[in-house]
């Protein structure tokens, strides 16, 4: 398992589990390529989910100069986010907690505020597109409930509670405890002790990017193209072309371009071989199950994180369907963890999960009796991507990550990804962040300096790795 995590993820599979979210596929995106692959673009960006199509969509806005090509190795957002949880929610209070244990609070408060403002940003961005295809997103605000099952997690909430509101007192009520009695009587979980109630979002996320790719490429049609079934399978720098000085191959050729933005999250190290180990791919599962007649919320007004000694789960139920869609599985303690991480293909499930997800709604939820209980209507896996420091990788490639010349402002390799499984709180603003920066702009202001990449914080993740590698620690790194 410690080798794994040093090799390379490889391309995405080629025959992927199949994703409910991505049917059916969007109409106008489904196989899309142009009759010829374009030779010369101002940028290419690598992979179509929801922080590439930010991306292309910053530049597309604030740059009416540019050509952009987007190359994707399988169908327009049929990786991460077009496999995830359809959640927008940031765990405020525990994010909090986990980022002050790491980088203390000045560090804990900015990238708090920054996932927190996803949600308002990713609604704005789902109402640009207009009713029909806003309401097809389904991007709404839920209530949260994050349930714990012992004594002792529900005291650890009250004190993080306690510690988050003494640091954003301009967020006290926005969360609060509910105890048994609530948990049991409200909420219909039995056996909870517990749980932090609050606010958050949900999505059908493959809806929500292929609208807005849709929407960019009918608004700027003569500077998009948009490449599916197109790996990208190297990338060479020479000053043959000194305006166009990257040659990114493909199996339809070759195209030259003047930067590339990797956001390609889990296989990022495919082609950027300086960051294996660094930033390393890790297979989730997730189902989507039938409610039955025992399950008590029935209006999809909720979304749901059950915390467990050893892991947790997640649940989410549409609002219109009423299905349940539930993720997870990971309830093994640390070696659990531990055990997807390397792990670059979403062609296989991860069986251990799969089982435990077709049976807790029924134990968690109190629903053992006879009666008609959830059923598993699909289930599937995806890609996310881990890093060693816990933060996600935003910025310019230096040349430390890189097997070949390193670009500049005028000529450059950039990267967004690394989110490790909370991509909606993260990867929207981080894919403006990263165009805001290819434009010479200040992002520190808003912007969390931790996930900025750099020469100095990619010599420390070397040091780092170079501890760790292919050891015990080198795993507990990653997670």
Same mark, same amino acid.
């Given at each position: 398992?410690?080798?794994?995590?040093?090799?390379?993820?490889?391309?995405?599979?080629?025959?992927?589990?199949?994703?409910?979210?991505?049917?059916?596929?969007?109409?106008?995106?489904?196989?899309?390529?142009?009759?010829?692959?374009?030779?010369?673009?101002?940028?290419?960006?690598?992979?179509?989910?929801?922080?590439?199509?930010?991306?292309?969509?910053?530049?597309?806005?604030?740059?009416?100069?540019?050509?952009?090509?987007?190359?994707?190795?399988?169908?327009? =957002?049929?990786?991460?986010?077009?496999?995830?949880?359809?959640?927008?929610?940031?765990?405020?209070?525990?994010?909090?907690?986990?980022? &002050?244990?790491?980088?203390?609070?000045?560090?804990?408060?900015?990238?708090?505020?920054?996932?927190?403002?996803?949600?308002?940003?990713?609604?704005?961005?789902?109402?640009?597109? +207009? %009713?029909?295809?806003?309401?097809?997103?389904?991007?709404?605000?839920?209530?949260? =409930?994050?349930?714990?099952?012992?004594?002792?997690?529900?005291?650890?909430?009250?004190?993080?509670?306690?510690?988050?509101?003494?640091?954003?007192?301009? %967020?006290?009520? #926005?969360?609060?405890? !509910?105890?048994?009695?609530?948990?049991?009587?409200?909420?219909?979980? /039995?056996?909870?002790?517990?749980?932090?109630?609050?606010?958050? +979002?949900?999505?059908?996320?493959?809806?929500?990017?292929?609208?807005?790719?849709?929407?960019?490429?009918?608004? @700027?049609?003569?500077?998009?193209?948009?490449?599916?079934?197109?790996?990208?399978?190297?990338?060479?720098? !020479?000053? *043959?072309?000194?305006?166009?000085? &990257?040659?990114?191959?493909? /199996?339809?050729?070759?195209?030259?371009?003047?930067?590339?933005?990797? =956001?390609?999250?889990?296989?990022?190290?495919?082609?950027? /071989?300086?960051?294996?180990?660094?930033? *390393?791919?890790?297979?989730?599962?997730?189902?989507?199950? $039938?409610?039955?007649?025992?399950?008590?919320?029935?209006?999809?007004? &909720?979304?749901?994180?059950? &915390?467990?000694?050893?892991?947790?789960?997640? %649940?989410?139920?549409?609002?219109?369907?009423?299905?349940?869609?539930?993720?997870?599985?990971?309830?093994?303690?640390?070696?659990?963890?531990?055990?997807?991480?390397?792990?670059?293909?979403?062609?296989?499930?991860?069986?251990? !999960?799969?089982?435990?997800?077709?049976?807790?709604?029924?134990?968690?939820? +109190?629903?053992?009796?006879?009666?008609? /209980?959830?059923?598993?209507?699909?289930?599937?896996?995806?890609?996310?991507?881990? $890093?060693?420091?816990?933060?996600?990788?935003?910025?310019?490639?230096?040349?430390? !990550?890189?097997?070949?010349?390193?670009?500049?402002?005028?000529?450059?390799?950039?990267?967004?990804?690394?989110?490790?499984?909370?991509?909606?709180?993260?990867?929207?603003? =981080?894919?403006?962040?990263?165009?805001?920066?290819?434009?010479?702009?200040?992002?520190?202001?808003?912007?969390?300096?931790?996930?900025?990449?750099?020469?100095?914080?990619?010599? #420390?993740?070397?040091?780092?790795?170079?501890?760790?590698? +292919?050891?015990?620690? @080198?795993?507990?790194?990653?997670?």
């Amino acid at each position: 398992m410690s080798n794994r995590v040093l090799q390379d993820p490889g391309l995405p599979a080629r025959q992927p589990t199949a994703s409910y979210w991505q049917q059916p596929l969007h109409s106008g995106l489904s196989g899309i390529q142009s009759t010829s692959l374009p030779t010369n673009r101002d940028v290419v960006i690598i992979g179509s989910g929801i922080t590439a199509c930010n991306v292309a969509r910053e530049l597309l806005q604030s740059r009416r100069d540019l050509t952009l090509t987007v190359l994707e190795a399988r169908e327009v =957002c049929s990786g991460a986010t077009g496999r995830n949880g359809g959640r927008i929610n940031c765990v405020a209070v525990l994010d909090y907690d986990k980022y &002050y244990r790491k980088f203390g609070k000045e560090a804990a408060t900015k990238i708090v505020r920054f996932e927190l403002a996803h949600f308002d940003a990713i609604q704005n961005a789902a109402k640009d597109l +207009g %009713l029909e295809d806003f309401e097809k997103s389904e991007v709404r605000e839920v209530g949260t =409930c994050a349930a714990v099952f012992e004594d002792k997690q529900l005291e650890d909430l009250k004190q993080k509670l306690a510690n988050f509101e003494a640091a954003f007192p301009d %967020l006290q009520g #926005r969360w609060r405890i !509910a105890d048994q009695k609530e948990a049991i009587e409200t909420f219909k979980i /039995p056996k909870a002790k517990g749980a932090l109630v609050g606010q958050a +979002g949900a999505a059908w996320p493959y809806r929500l990017i292929t609208s807005i790719w849709a929407s960019l490429l009918t608004s @700027h049609s003569g500077r998009l193209t948009i490449e599916s079934n197109t790996p990208a399978t190297n990338i060479r720098r !020479a000053g *043959v072309n000194a305006d166009y000085p &990257y040659a990114i191959s493909t /199996p339809r050729g070759v195209v030259r371009a003047r930067h590339i933005f990797h =956001c390609t999250e889990g296989h990022a190290s495919h082609l950027i /071989p300086g960051l294996r180990g660094i930033i *390393v791919p890790r297979r989730g599962e997730m189902t989507v199950q $039938t409610p039955g007649d025992q399950f008590h919320q029935k209006d999809g007004a &909720y979304s749901w994180s059950f &915390y467990f000694p050893h892991g947790f789960d997640y %649940l989410t139920q549409n609002a219109r369907s009423g299905e349940l869609f539930v993720g997870g599985g990971d309830v093994g303690g640390e070696e659990a963890l531990m055990q997807p991480l390397g792990m670059g293909s979403d062609a296989e499930e991860i069986i251990t !999960a799969k089982a435990h997800l077709a049976g807790v709604l029924g134990v968690v939820f +109190g629903q053992e009796n006879p009666g008609d /209980p959830p059923k598993m209507r699909a289930s599937w896996t995806g890609i996310m991507a881990n $890093t060693l420091d816990g933060v996600p990788l935003v910025g310019m490639l230096p040349q430390s !990550a890189l097997d070949r010349t390193a670009g500049d402002r005028n000529s450059a390799e950039w990267i967004c990804a690394g989110y490790g499984g909370y991509g909606m709180v993260n990867a929207w603003l =981080c894919g403006r962040a990263v165009v805001k920066m290819f434009s010479g702009e200040d992002v520190r202001d808003w912007f969390p300096g931790e996930y900025v990449m750099s020469s100095e914080r990619m010599e #420390r993740l070397q040091e780092k790795l170079e501890k760790v590698k +292919g050891s015990q620690m @080198h795993l507990k790194a990653l997670l």
